[in-house]
Antibody, heavy 120, light 110 residues
Framework: QLQLQESGPGLVKPSETLSLTCTVS??????????WGWIRQPPGKGLEWIGS???????YYTPSLKSRVTISVDTSKNRFSLRLSSVTAADTALYFC????????????WGPGTMVTISS | QSVLTQPPSVSAAPGQKVTISCSGS????????VSWYQQLPGTAPKLLIY???KRPSGIPDRFSGSKSGTSATLGITGLQTGDEADYYC???????????FGGGTKLTVL
Protein backbone atom coordinates (compact mmCIF):
# COMPACT_ATOMS: atom_id res chain seq x y z
CA GLN A 1 0.00 0.00 0.00
CA LEU A 2 1.46 3.30 -1.09
CA GLN A 3 2.31 5.74 1.68
CA LEU A 4 3.69 9.27 1.79
CA GLN A 5 5.75 10.84 4.56
CA GLU A 6 6.80 14.46 4.86
CA SER A 7 10.09 15.41 6.53
CA GLY A 8 12.03 18.57 7.19
CA PRO A 9 12.73 21.28 9.78
CA GLY A 10 9.83 22.29 11.98
CA LEU A 11 11.22 25.78 12.54
CA VAL A 12 12.53 28.17 9.90
CA LYS A 13 13.70 31.75 10.35
CA PRO A 14 12.04 34.62 8.48
CA SER A 15 13.62 35.41 5.09
CA GLU A 16 15.18 31.95 4.89
CA THR A 17 14.17 29.02 2.68
CA LEU A 18 11.76 26.31 3.79
CA SER A 19 12.73 22.85 2.51
CA LEU A 20 10.58 19.73 2.81
CA THR A 21 10.81 16.27 1.34
CA CYS A 22 8.07 13.73 0.72
CA THR A 23 9.18 10.11 0.59
CA VAL A 24 6.99 7.67 -1.30
CA SER A 25 6.95 4.07 -0.08
CA UNK A 26 5.06 0.99 -1.21
CA UNK A 27 4.98 2.12 -4.83
CA UNK A 28 6.85 3.97 -7.54
CA UNK A 29 6.91 7.71 -7.99
CA UNK A 30 7.51 7.12 -11.70
CA UNK A 31 3.91 6.47 -12.66
CA UNK A 32 2.40 8.10 -15.71
CA UNK A 33 -1.05 7.98 -14.11
CA UNK A 34 -0.24 10.23 -11.19
CA UNK A 35 1.49 13.41 -10.13
CA TRP A 36 2.75 14.58 -6.76
CA GLY A 37 1.56 17.65 -4.95
CA TRP A 38 2.11 19.93 -2.00
CA ILE A 39 -0.79 21.46 -0.07
CA ARG A 40 -0.61 23.58 3.07
CA GLN A 41 -3.00 24.62 5.83
CA PRO A 42 -2.28 27.62 8.08
CA PRO A 43 -3.44 27.16 11.68
CA GLY A 44 -7.21 27.36 11.87
CA LYS A 45 -7.59 27.97 8.13
CA GLY A 46 -8.39 26.05 4.97
CA LEU A 47 -6.36 24.10 2.45
CA GLU A 48 -4.12 25.90 -0.04
CA TRP A 49 -2.83 24.16 -3.18
CA ILE A 50 0.88 24.98 -3.54
CA GLY A 51 2.07 23.06 -6.57
CA SER A 52 2.56 19.74 -8.28
CA UNK A 53 5.14 17.77 -10.24
CA UNK A 54 5.07 14.87 -12.66
CA UNK A 55 7.84 12.26 -12.56
CA UNK A 56 9.08 13.74 -15.83
CA UNK A 57 9.76 16.99 -13.98
CA UNK A 58 6.90 19.09 -15.33
CA UNK A 59 5.65 21.44 -12.63
CA TYR A 60 2.65 23.63 -11.90
CA TYR A 61 2.52 26.27 -9.16
CA THR A 62 -0.23 28.39 -7.69
CA PRO A 63 0.22 31.96 -9.01
CA SER A 64 0.43 33.59 -5.58
CA LEU A 65 3.50 31.53 -4.63
CA LYS A 66 5.05 30.95 -8.04
CA SER A 67 7.91 33.40 -7.59
CA ARG A 68 9.07 31.68 -4.38
CA VAL A 69 8.32 27.98 -4.94
CA THR A 70 10.34 25.19 -6.46
CA ILE A 71 9.19 21.57 -6.54
CA SER A 72 11.60 18.88 -7.67
CA VAL A 73 11.55 15.10 -7.99
CA ASP A 74 14.23 12.47 -7.40
CA THR A 75 13.03 9.27 -9.02
CA SER A 76 16.14 7.35 -7.90
CA LYS A 77 15.17 7.96 -4.26
CA ASN A 78 11.40 7.83 -4.86
CA ARG A 79 10.82 11.22 -3.33
CA PHE A 80 9.94 14.78 -4.22
CA SER A 81 10.72 18.07 -2.53
CA LEU A 82 9.40 21.55 -1.85
CA ARG A 83 11.46 24.69 -1.49
CA LEU A 84 9.81 27.97 -0.50
CA SER A 85 12.11 30.98 -0.35
CA SER A 86 11.93 34.26 1.55
CA VAL A 87 9.47 32.91 4.09
CA THR A 88 7.47 35.06 6.48
CA ALA A 89 5.16 34.30 9.38
CA ALA A 90 2.35 33.93 6.83
CA ASP A 91 4.02 30.74 5.62
CA THR A 92 3.53 29.07 8.99
CA ALA A 93 1.35 26.07 8.23
CA LEU A 94 0.80 22.34 8.25
CA TYR A 95 2.33 21.11 5.00
CA PHE A 96 0.95 18.00 3.29
CA CYS A 97 2.26 16.03 0.35
CA UNK A 98 -0.24 14.01 -1.69
CA UNK A 99 -0.68 11.88 -4.81
CA UNK A 100 -2.84 13.37 -7.53
CA UNK A 101 -4.58 11.63 -10.39
CA UNK A 102 -3.78 12.84 -13.91
CA UNK A 103 -7.23 11.74 -15.03
CA UNK A 104 -9.31 13.65 -12.50
CA UNK A 105 -6.95 15.78 -10.33
CA UNK A 106 -8.17 14.13 -7.13
CA UNK A 107 -5.65 13.67 -4.33
CA UNK A 108 -6.27 10.10 -3.23
CA UNK A 109 -3.34 9.50 -0.88
CA TRP A 110 -2.00 12.04 1.61
CA GLY A 111 0.90 12.17 3.99
CA PRO A 112 0.14 12.89 7.66
CA GLY A 113 1.49 16.42 7.32
CA THR A 114 4.34 18.29 8.97
CA MET A 115 4.03 21.55 10.88
CA VAL A 116 6.43 24.31 9.89
CA THR A 117 6.68 27.45 11.99
CA ILE A 118 8.34 30.59 10.72
CA SER A 119 9.91 32.43 13.64
CA SER A 120 13.21 33.95 14.69
CA GLN B 1 -10.46 34.60 -0.55
CA SER B 2 -10.79 31.14 -2.11
CA VAL B 3 -11.45 30.61 -5.81
CA LEU B 4 -14.19 28.14 -4.90
CA THR B 5 -16.94 29.31 -2.54
CA GLN B 6 -18.33 27.11 0.21
CA PRO B 7 -20.58 27.99 3.15
CA PRO B 8 -18.46 28.35 6.31
CA SER B 9 -20.67 26.02 8.30
CA VAL B 10 -23.68 23.72 8.14
CA SER B 11 -25.45 21.74 10.81
CA ALA B 12 -28.11 19.08 11.14
CA ALA B 13 -29.33 16.50 13.60
CA PRO B 14 -28.16 12.88 13.71
CA GLY B 15 -29.91 10.77 11.10
CA GLN B 16 -30.78 13.78 8.96
CA LYS B 17 -29.39 14.85 5.58
CA VAL B 18 -27.16 17.80 4.79
CA THR B 19 -25.79 19.30 1.59
CA ILE B 20 -22.67 21.40 1.12
CA SER B 21 -22.33 23.61 -1.93
CA CYS B 22 -19.22 24.59 -3.86
CA SER B 23 -19.47 27.41 -6.35
CA GLY B 24 -16.89 28.24 -8.98
CA SER B 25 -16.62 29.38 -12.59
CA UNK B 26 -16.25 28.11 -16.13
CA UNK B 27 -12.45 28.01 -15.72
CA UNK B 28 -12.58 25.57 -12.84
CA UNK B 29 -15.71 23.60 -11.90
CA UNK B 30 -17.31 24.27 -15.26
CA UNK B 31 -14.51 22.51 -17.12
CA UNK B 32 -12.98 20.04 -14.67
CA UNK B 33 -13.81 17.19 -12.35
CA VAL B 34 -14.66 18.07 -8.74
CA SER B 35 -13.35 16.21 -5.70
CA TRP B 36 -14.51 16.36 -2.10
CA TYR B 37 -12.40 15.79 1.00
CA GLN B 38 -13.22 15.17 4.65
CA GLN B 39 -10.79 16.42 7.28
CA LEU B 40 -11.36 15.16 10.80
CA PRO B 41 -9.72 17.19 13.57
CA GLY B 42 -5.96 16.71 13.67
CA THR B 43 -5.78 14.50 10.60
CA ALA B 44 -4.92 14.76 6.93
CA PRO B 45 -7.76 15.23 4.43
CA LYS B 46 -9.40 12.08 3.09
CA LEU B 47 -10.80 11.72 -0.41
CA LEU B 48 -14.59 11.26 -0.28
CA ILE B 49 -15.71 11.92 -3.84
CA TYR B 50 -13.82 12.09 -7.14
CA UNK B 51 -14.91 12.77 -10.72
CA UNK B 52 -17.90 14.73 -9.36
CA UNK B 53 -19.86 11.76 -8.06
CA LYS B 54 -17.69 8.66 -7.62
CA ARG B 55 -16.77 7.17 -4.24
CA PRO B 56 -13.39 5.55 -3.52
CA SER B 57 -13.45 2.07 -2.10
CA GLY B 58 -14.47 2.12 1.54
CA ILE B 59 -16.50 5.34 1.42
CA PRO B 60 -20.12 4.58 2.41
CA ASP B 61 -22.95 5.42 0.03
CA ARG B 62 -24.25 7.91 2.59
CA PHE B 63 -21.86 10.30 0.83
CA SER B 64 -22.77 11.51 -2.64
CA GLY B 65 -21.64 14.17 -5.07
CA SER B 66 -23.12 16.03 -7.99
CA LYS B 67 -22.17 18.80 -10.37
CA SER B 68 -24.20 21.17 -12.48
CA GLY B 69 -22.59 23.89 -14.54
CA THR B 70 -20.21 25.83 -12.33
CA SER B 71 -21.41 24.42 -9.01
CA ALA B 72 -21.01 21.17 -7.16
CA THR B 73 -22.74 19.68 -4.15
CA LEU B 74 -21.77 17.13 -1.52
CA GLY B 75 -24.62 15.29 0.16
CA ILE B 76 -24.47 13.32 3.37
CA THR B 77 -27.42 11.25 4.57
CA GLY B 78 -27.97 9.42 7.84
CA LEU B 79 -25.73 11.87 9.69
CA GLN B 80 -23.58 10.48 12.46
CA THR B 81 -21.60 12.30 15.13
CA GLY B 82 -18.49 10.86 13.53
CA ASP B 83 -19.24 12.91 10.41
CA GLU B 84 -18.38 16.11 12.27
CA ALA B 85 -15.46 17.44 10.28
CA ASP B 86 -14.35 20.05 7.80
CA TYR B 87 -15.26 19.38 4.17
CA TYR B 88 -13.43 20.80 1.16
CA CYS B 89 -14.12 20.80 -2.55
CA UNK B 90 -11.25 20.87 -5.02
CA UNK B 91 -10.68 21.03 -8.73
CA UNK B 92 -8.30 22.23 -11.45
CA UNK B 93 -8.43 25.80 -12.67
CA UNK B 94 -7.44 26.09 -16.32
CA UNK B 95 -7.00 29.87 -16.16
CA UNK B 96 -4.62 29.66 -13.22
CA UNK B 97 -2.99 26.42 -14.39
CA UNK B 98 -3.17 25.24 -10.81
CA UNK B 99 -5.36 23.30 -8.47
CA UNK B 100 -7.78 25.12 -6.20
CA PHE B 101 -9.74 24.33 -3.06
CA GLY B 102 -12.83 25.79 -1.52
CA GLY B 103 -12.55 27.59 1.80
CA GLY B 104 -13.98 24.61 3.65
CA THR B 105 -17.25 23.93 5.45
CA LYS B 106 -17.47 22.87 9.07
CA LEU B 107 -20.19 20.29 9.63
CA THR B 108 -21.76 20.12 13.06
CA VAL B 109 -24.01 17.20 13.92
CA LEU B 110 -26.24 18.58 16.65
Amino acid sequence: QLQLQESGPGLVKPSETLSLTCTVSGGSISSSSYYWGWIRQPPGKGLEWIGSIFYSGTTYYTPSLKSRVTISVDTSKNRFSLRLSSVTAADTALYFCARGSRRNDAFDIWGPGTMVTISS
Amino acid sequence: QSVLTQPPSVSAAPGQKVTISCSGSTSNIGGSFVSWYQQLPGTAPKLLIYENNKRPSGIPDRFSGSKSGTSATLGITGLQTGDEADYYCGTWDASLSSGVFGGGTKLTVL
